[in-house]
């Protein structure tokens, strides 16, 4: 493998500052701008730098952001991805797009996940670029929008029909190699009642009283029930009630309720097993109790689990950036959804690795490690040379 081009600390620190100051919150959440002016900032960082980039169109004034790196003639493709959007700024302790740096660390919203992992990539192939290296394989660096919500910048870039030999994608591991993630599966669930007035509530049926006895089932035996399924590297899969929304004045019988469900996919499961579960619980509720009737709305969101087997190149190719950076590496699950199951699923071996902690991400006074964001672009310059 060729030398590794020399990184500036500094200039990446100083990158990474001014994703933070960049306001990119999801529009899913109140208020959020979106993630337009990064975007143009991204762009500038690669006209800047003399490396052919588009802005690949997803919604008015949002749009990816697509860097390339020319490899040898006839070569693979090598894909890094980042995504621009941020969680909501609610609630934080700190400025949240007033980038505070202290020791080795730099706080504000994004910057764990993932303005860290971006700024990273971004200096990988600026630094490829200034040294005139020309690796084997061709790089594109995908700075997408949407992944707080609903992963669609990724999916108007696979829509494209791009093809790639391998994907990495920044979300925060510690710098270790994720190849295997959950996947998600959110959903409503409605119980219907009859409305009466409260002084004679015989004469109706409340929903949130039947409601009550279904979440007692879940949470009592069918969470249970998920503790006998494992995977070596994420565990068992996990359910979530996170919304309970009913009835409508307290002297009314309630004759609705509805409740969000978080069901965490292992691989291997679908949605038309979980839904199978889901149709015997409320077939045992109505056994029980006739006037029980349960009604499940079509998925809100389905997001599918990741598991990228250990011989595939692009997991060699991070073991030995990795090992050669630190002298370790360790192959790991994480609990959360990305962009890179999507990639997975369109033919694309792929990986989750990049600066900070999860714990850290989306919190009251979210920070990274300048470290590991340092150390990150070196494994992601190492990585592209030895794909």
């Given amino acids: 493998m060729n030398s590794i081009p020399e990184l500036n600390r500094e200039a990446l620190f100083a990158t990474l500052a001014d994703l ?3 306001n990119s919150v999801n529009p899913q959440y109140l208020s959020g701008p979106g993630e337009g002016a990064l975007a143009d900032y991204v762009g500038e960082f690669f006209k800047r730098n003399s490396i052919p980039f588009v802005y690949q169109p997803v919604f008015d004034g949002r749009p990816n952001v697509i860097g390339k790196l020319e490899g040898r003639p006839g070569g693979e493709t090598l894909i890094l991805e980042a995504h621009m959007d941020t969680a909501s700024d609610g609630g934080m302790t700190i400025d949240p797009f007033q980038p505070i740096r202290k020791g080795n660390r730099m706080y504000g919203r994004g910057s764990c996940d993932t303005k860290g992992g971006l700024a990273a990539m971004m200096y990988a192939l600026k630094a490829l670029c200034d040294s005139k290296l020309r690796p084997q394989v061709s790089v594109l660096l995908l700075a997408a929008v949407d992944e707080e919500h609903a992963f669609r910048g990724v999916t108007k870039f696979l829509e494209s029909g791009q093809k790639a030999d391998g994907a990495i994608v920044a979300e925060p591991t510690d710098l270790q190699a994720a190849v295997a993630s959950k996947g998600v599966l959110r ?27 279904l979440i007692v089932v879940l949470e009592q035996q069918y969470c249970a029930s998920l503790q006998s399924r494992q995977h070596p590297l994420l565990g068992s899969p996990t359910l979530n009630v996170g919304v309970v929304q009913g009835g409508i004045q307290v002297n009314q019988v309630p004759e609705s309720c509805t409740i969000e469900v978080d069901r965490r996919l292992l691989p291997g499961e679908t949605r038309h097993q979980v839904w199978n579960e889901f149709e015997a619980v409320s077939a045992g509720l109505r056994a029980q109790d006739p006037e029980v009737e349960i009604v499940m709305e079509p998925p809100m969101l389905e997001d599918f689990p990741l598991e990228t087997q250990a011989s595939e190149r692009i997991v060699q190719a991070s073991i030995k950036a990795s090992q050669g950076r ?4 360790e192959l790991i699950g994480v609990p959360y959804g990305s962009d890179a199951s999507k990639l997975a699923r369109a033919g694309i071996p792929s990986i989750i690795l990049g600066p900070g902690n999860i714990d850290q991400a989306h919190s009251a006074d979210e920070y990274v490690e300048l470290d590991q964001v340092a150390h990150a672009a070196e494994i992601y310059t190492r990585a592209i040379l030895e794909f």
């Fill in 20 to 22: 933070i100051a960049i």
């Fill in 187 to 213: 959903w409503r669930i409605k119980t219907r009642g009859r409305a009466a007035h409260s002084s004679k509530p015989l004469l109706g049926i409340n929903a949130i009283g039947k409601m009550a006895k």
């Fill in 326 to 329: 630190s002298g370790r590496s």
